[in-house]
T-cell receptor, first 113, second 110 residues
Framework: EPEVTQTPSHQVTQMGQEVILRCVPISNHLYFYWYRQILGQKVEFLVS????????KSEIFDDQFSVERPDGSNFTLKIRSTKLEDSAMYFC???????????FGPGTRLLVL | QKEVEQNSGPLSVPEGAIASLNCTYS??????FFWYRQYSGKSPELIMF????GDKEDGRFTAQLNKASQYVSLLIRDSQPSDSATYLCAVNRDDYKLSFGAGTTVTVRA
C-alpha cells in the first residue's frame, strides 16, 4: 500500500541552525502539506503546496520557513534559523485532490537545543 | 471560539463496550469531516471520512454527521484494547487546510 515517508525520524539541532525535513508523498498525489504538533498539543496546519507553489499557509509559517519540491518525488520543509519553540513533531501529508483524505507520514521529531 | 472542539477525555470503556466520541465545529462552510487515530508518538492514521449528513459505517466504526447542528461523532463498537489511542476530529472546507481538534483519549480496559 502506498505511503508517505519522511526523513529523518529524529533531528536534534542547535538554536539558530538551519534544518531541512524531507518527505516523499504518495506517488500519484498532487497536493502536499506540512503540519506540526507540539508535545501535548493539537496538530496544526503549516502550509499546502500544489503545482509547484504554496496554495495556503498559516500564520505560523513565517519567513523562517520555506517549502520546495526539488525533484519529482521529494517535498522539503526548511527552517532557516531554528528557535526553541520550533521543537515539535513535523508531519508531511499528501492527497489526490482538494478536500480529499490527507495521508500522513510517520513524522520527524525535531528538538532544538 | 475554537474551530474544532472535542472532549479531551480520558474516556475509559470496558472491552467489548461502545465508545462514543463527539466533535463540534464552528465553520458552517465545512464540507469534509475526518476521524484519525493517533497512538502516542505516532502520526495520525485515517479511520473514517464522512461528507453527507447521516451515518456511515465501516466495520466496527460508525461516523455520524449533522451539519445543521455542526456536529460529528464516532462510535466504536466492540471496543478492543488495541483501540486505546487518541482520536482526532478534523474538518476541511474543501480547501487545503485540515483543522484538527485537540483529540479525545480513549482507554479500553481489558
Amino acid at each position: 500500500e502506498p505511503e508517505v515517508t519522511q526523513t529523518p525520524s529524529h533531528q536534534v539541532t542547535q538554536m539558530g541552525q538551519e534544518v531541512i525535513l524531507r518527505c516523499v508523498p504518495i506517488s500519484n498525489h498532487l497536493y502536499f502539506y506540512w503540519y506540526r504538533q507540539i508535545l501535548g498539543q493539537k496538530v496544526e496546519f503549516l502550509v499546502s503546496f500544489y503545482n509547484n507553489e504554496i496554495s495556503e499557509k498559516s500564520e505560523i509559517f513565517d519567513d523562517q520557513f520555506s517549502v520546495e519540491r526539488p525533484d519529482g518525488s521529494n517535498f522539503t520543509l526548511k527552517i532557516r534559523s531554528t528557535k526553541l519553540e520550533d521543537s515539535a513533531m513535523y508531519f508531511c501529508a499528501s492527497s489526490g485532490a482538494i478536500g480529499d483524505t490527507q495521508y500522513f507520514g510517520p513524522g520527524t521529531r525535531l528538538l532544538v537545543l | 471560539q475554537k474551530e474544532v472542539e472535542q472532549n479531551s477525555g480520558p474516556l475509559s470503556v470496558p472491552e467489548g463496550a461502545i465508545a462514543s466520541l463527539n466533535c463540534t465545529y464552528s465553520d458552517r462552510g465545512s464540507q469534509s469531516f475526518f476521524w484519525y487515530r493517533q497512538y502516542s508518538g505516532k502520526s495520525p492514521e485515517l479511520i473514517m471520512f464522512i461528507y453527507s449528513n447521516g451515518d456511515k459505517e465501516d466495520g466496527r466504526f460508525t461516523a455520524q454527521l449533522n451539519k445543521a447542528s455542526q456536529y460529528v461523532s464516532l462510535l466504536i463498537r466492540d471496543s478492543q484494547p488495541s483501540d486505546s489511542a487518541t482520536y482526532l476530529c478534523a474538518v476541511n472546507r474543501d480547501d487545503y487546510k485540515l483543522s484538527f481538534g485537540a483529540g479525545t483519549t480513549v482507554t479500553v480496559r481489558a
